[in-house]
């Protein structure tokens, strides 16, 4: 099974503000790579009508730690 990382990609086109989920297999994603992302998926002609590109990692819920449970009260 491949471990793939995902990311929150936060953005403002023509003045809108909006997000994607990016999965990607390297550890980190840049600004820059996000934003080329960002202008395939919505398949942007005007690059310049992309702004405020923000990057934040969504964090897997299990990856690393336990997995949630109820507390049982007796």
Sequence with gaps: MSDNNLFLVSFILDNQP???EVNCHARTLSVAE???QVIAEKKITDP???TDVQVTEIPH???NK???AL???P
């Design 71 to 73: 507390r049982v009260q």
């Design 61 to 63: 819920p299990k990856k």
């Design 66 to 68: 336990p997995t949630p």
């Design 18 to 20: 909006q997000s994607i």
């Design 48 to 50: 310049g009508s992309l």
């Design 34 to 36: 996000a934003r080329n």
